[in-house]
């Protein structure tokens, strides 16, 4: 292939084209791709030039010939985008920049590879000529594939037969999609496609002769129906096709039916059925061998007629029978759509009607989230056959063969999904594992309230078969959890912040997700319930900031000379012990505790929290707060008073005493007062020689039977 045959034939179909333009899309594309050599050892140019000659056999526009020359000048080479788009416009700049972005994106790894068909698919709505030009591209590669390693080899192949064949089959282009599959299958399943392709070899003969035989047949009797046919032909070998009938029929070679084959193309529909009862008149059909995708073309514009009959000297033989017209979209699909995009031509009307799936598409993006669902969602919802079914109103919905009536349900709406609880199929009730079928009409059956059963997600069951309606249940049970841990998480933090002695009135939730970085309460509540975040490190944060908000500027700390031999101390006041000093009853500090000390007049040093209220209403005595800290080997027992509320019992006291001793911990004092509605208020001094000590003792006391809560009181 060179330049100059590529541009004839592009002007046998489109006599007007700008030679010279497109001779300078190739000389550009030489330019930048000079001394770039393929795997084959081509020059790398020869591969723009090969897709670009696949899209002229199939009658493409001049622009889009362009972008074919210059689909990898952006990737690969020096030239901008922006040089493309003032050289050759922005229709080409556009088709290319879109190649270009599927390109970059490499579907090796299973989320990478969700992600770029995602990428196709928003690309084909907007432009689909960009993914033709990208299936012309894969095809090119799989023709020149045999200079890969096989480790790529089957990467590409496997690529190739699950997302490019079927997305060549769903667009209706059948000659790329029959080429790709053979091509994949040679790499996939070398040793079956080498005892098929040598089957055919064997019978090529034969088979010739025989075609040939029913073709002088079918042609003189034609004719004396007045019919000319305008082609009469041997129908091309498709291997993987062969292939698929004999795994999924479980069939032998000489058991498939459309080894020998004939296409007919007629003047118009009145001859595909006159010519269809021809063919039944002089070759017995064979039973459930026919079908008439005329009267119901397939989704992607496909129409025919297909029959199978014993032929001559009793051998299968397969007839297909259509117009020029519809051969030709039969082979170009929806790129046929520009040969007839007239607006308001009955053409332009179906192929907008046909490419609406892929708009769903895009639409379907904001209900999965997940790429790899995404992924699925296209395998089972958009590549596999389809059915036609009816809604009670009358409207044609499409669904995926093996689709359920909960698959549709959810394909109406999320909300009638939900309330789903059983179905009609034309007027009879039937079960939710029911098997949709063309042609019926079913109508759901709905509860007012209520939700999605789990057992509609076990895939033994086989109650949806969709990806989408799998993904629309799961996020109805991530919504109750979600709900039910924003419950969870509201109940525990304000369990937590009143055990703290933490005032919440001044403060809502909205204020507290915001402080600890969390979009909004929901979100914040959630992490609570579900233990990401933790209650008492929320306790703890707070606090800080309480204490930052009010903290105080360091202070010079009083010069004291320690004595000679200074006795046993609990404080330190900046490095100096044995002064005389208390602690404070107002806050009861702990070793553990962030304290301040207050030089009072005549009783020496007073020992506060540092958010102890009376400290933070010190501003006018700032000259007499110090600094003061614990010695950390100091072991001393403090007192401190706990508040435990419990539902009243007896023994409770005693339970309450028995923890505490277990712990070693001892209560030197304890007083219980009785309410009406049989609860029991408890005051209780415990000795405690830290924070940490206090916090374990009040967590095991919150165990107790019958206790409701149990926290430390700050202020006397």
Not at 219 to 237: H, M, Q, V, Y
Not at 440 to 456: F, N, Q, V, Y
Request: glycine share 6%; hydrophobic share 40%.
């Amino acid at each position: 292939m060179d330049i100059q045959t590529l541009i004839g034939k592009i002007q046998n179909y489109n006599p007007a084209s700008d030679v010279a333009r497109i001779q300078r899309a190739y000389d550009l594309a030489a330019s930048a791709h000079a001394g770039q050599m393929r795997s084959t050892g081509d020059p790398y140019v020869t591969h723009c030039l090969e897709v670009a000659n696949i899209l002229a056999e199939m009658y493409f526009d001049e622009d889009t010939i362009i972008a074919a020359l210059l689909h990898d000048v952006p990737e690969d080479t020096a030239v901008t985008l922006d040089t493309i788009r003032k050289d050759f416009g922005e229709a080409v700049a556009k088709r290319v920049d879109g190649v270009t972005k599927l390109s970059e994106l490499r579907l090796g790894m299973e989320q990478n590879q969700a992600e770029s068909l995602r990428k196709m698919f928003l690309a084909m709505a907007e432009e689909i000529r960009v993914v033709i030009i990208k299936l012309a591209d894969r095809l090119h590669n799989m023709r020149t594939l045999f200079a890969r390693p096989p480790d790529k080899q089957r990467k590409i192949a496997r690529e190739t037969m699950e997302i490019f064949a079927p997305l060549a089959n769903r667009l209706g282009i059948y000659h790329i999609r029959r080429e790709l599959e053979d091509l994949a299958l040679k790499y996939l399943d070398p040793t079956k496609f080498d005892e098929i392709e040598t089957l055919l070899a064997d019978d090529k003969d034969d088979q010739q002769a025989y075609i040939a035989q029913a073709i002088t047949i079918l042609n003189e009797r034609l004719a004396e129906e007045n019919i000319s046919p305008l082609d009469l032909s041997g129908r091309p070998k498709h291997i993987y096709s062969i292939y698929n009938k004999m795994v999924r029929k479980k069939r032998d070679f000489a058991q498939i039916y459309d080894i020998r084959a004939v296409r007919v193309i007629v003047n118009d529909v009145r001859e595909c059925y006159v010519a269809l009862g021809i063919v039944h008149s002089l070759w017995t059909p064979i039973p459930g061998e026919f079908d008439d995708f005329i009267a119901k073309p397939k989704d992607n514009l496909y129409q025919s007629l297909h029959t199978a009959v014993i032929g001559p000297a009793g051998k299968p033989l397969e007839v297909q029978i259509r117009t020029a017209e519809m051969h030709e979209i039969a082979e170009f699909g929806v790129a046929a759509h520009w040969r007839y995009k007239e607006p308001g031509s009955k053409h332009s009307a179906e192929f907008e009607q046909k490419i609406n799936w892929m708009r769903q598409l895009v639409e379907w993006k904001h209900d999965i989230v997940d790429a790899r669902v995404f992924l699925d969602s296209v395998k089972t919802d958009i590549f596999q056959d389809q059915v036609y079914v009816f809604t009670p109103r009358g409207d044609i919905i499409e669904m995926a063969a093996g689709a359920t009536p909960i698959d549709f349900a959810y394909h109406v709406h999320t909300e009638v999904g939900n309330r789903c609880r059983g179905a009609k199929i034309n007027g009879k009730i039937v079960p939710l594992d029911y098997r949709l079928k063309t042609g019926e009409r079913i109508e759901i059956l709905t509860a007012k309230k209520g939700g999605p059963s789990r057992d509609w997600l076990n895939p033994s069951l086989g109650l949806v078969r969709t990806a989408r309606a799998r993904e629309k249940i799961r996020n109805w049970f991530k919504h109750q959890e979600r709900a039910e841990a924003i419950a969870d998480g509201r109940a525990v933090l304000e369990r937590e912040l009143h055990r703290s002695g933490f005032d919440l009135r001044d403060k809502n939730f909205e204020d507290l997700a915001k402080f600890f970085n969390y979009k909004n309460a929901d979100d914040f509540l959630e992490a609570l319930g579900h233990e990401d975040l933790s209650a008492t490190t929320v306790s703890v944060k707070l606090l800080e900031a309480e204490r930052a908000k009010h903290e105080l500027p360091p202070l010079e700390l009083p010069t004291v000379r320690p004595p000679l031999k200074p006795p046993e101390t609990k404080i330190e006041f900046g490095g100096v012990g044995n002064l005389l000093h208390h602690l404070a009853k107002c806050c009861n500090p702990l070793p553990g505790d962030e304290v301040l000390g207050f030089i009072t007049r005549g009783r020496g040093i007073t020992i506060h929290r540092r958010d102890c209220p009376n400290m933070l209403n010190m501003d006018l005595e700032r000259e007499r707060i110090i600094n003061v800290d614990w010695r950390k080997t100091d072991q001393a027992a403090y007192p401190v008073l706990v508040q435990i509320r419990a539902f009243d019992r007896a023994g409770l006291l005693h339970d309450i005493s028995g923890v505490v001793a277990e712990n070693g911990v001892s209560m030197s004092s304890a007083n219980v007062a009785t309410n009406k509605d049989h609860t029991a208020l408890i005051n209780a001094t415990l000795e405690i020689s830290s924070a940490d000590q206090l916090t374990r003792i009040l967590a095991k006391i919150d165990r107790v039977p019958n206790v409701i809560e149990a926290r430390r009181v700050t202020n006397a």
